[in-house]
């Protein structure tokens, strides 16, 4: 169901430490997950994707896992930077790219 | 290339009043989407296409309608504004093999 009134979950964590960033998806079929972050006044960008062929891809400095048992999706960022602070949100997508829909969302915050 | 592009980038309107909300790709995706962003929270879909002609409704599209004649453009129609619709407005375009575009947004306040 919809998180309706609630406010993003924080996540603060010391600069060079590594982050984890946690999502629930609602649909068994979703086969396309994809990490947006996004700044303040800005839209979202995209950060990695992931099929559910797929449990682990990497990319520069962050990795996506997926379990799709659990429906759980995370996303490791690695020795996290002050340019990592935003909003980070995963989204999911089935039949070939139809409706895509997004999850709640996480502010990270990046202590120098 | 431009990617997408919404246009205004704000607003201001009253009560009952109507608008479009413009949003423009040049990405030649066949995929586009509009999001409401209200302030703290996520993005929730309104409505979505996956081509010309054919349009769907999404998580929250009471208020709310759209057209897609052309595979460029997919306008977000308010046609009585209330003070719920005060929302940040995202268009983004996209494929499942390419990811997707997101614009800069719309801000919009109805008073």
């Known amino acids: 169901g919809e998180s309706v009134g609630l406010h993003l979950p924080t996540l603060s964590v010391q600069e060079g430490d590594n982050s984890i960033i946690n999502c629930a998806y609602s649909n068994s079929a979703s086969d396309y997950f994809i990490w947006y972050k996004q700044e303040s006044g800005k839209g979202p960008q995209f950060i990695i994707d992931?099929?559910?062929?797929?449990d682990k891809r990497q990319g520069q400095r962050v990795t996506v896992l997926l379990n799709k048992t659990v429906k759980h999706l995370s996303l490791q960022i690695a020795a996290t930077q002050p340019g990592d602070s935003a909003v980070y949100f995963c989204a999911e997508t089935y039949n070939q790219g139809g409706k895509l829909i997004f999850g709640q969302g996480t502010e990270l915050s990046v202590k120098p | 290339n431009a990617g997408v592009t919404q246009t205004p980038k704000f607003r201001i309107l009253k009560i009952g009043q109507s608008m479009t909300l413009q949003c423009t790709q040049d990405m030649n995706h066949n995929y586009m989407y509009w999001y409401r962003q209200d302030p703290g929270m996520g993005l929730k879909l309104i409505y979505y296409?996956?081509?010309?002609?054919?349009?769907d409704k999404g998580e929250v599209p009471n208020g709310y309608n759209v057209s897609r004649s052309t595979t460029e453009d997919f306008p977000l129609r308010l046609e009585l504004a209330a003070p719920s619709q005060t929302s940040v407005y995202f268009c983004?375009?996209?494929?499942?093999?390419?990811?997707?575009?997101f614009g800069s947004g719309t801000r919009l306040t109805v008073v």
């Open positions: 992931i099929r559910s062929n797929m």
């Open positions: 983004a375009s996209g494929t499942a093999n390419y990811g997707y575009t």
């Open positions: 296409s996956v081509g010309a002609g054919i349009t």
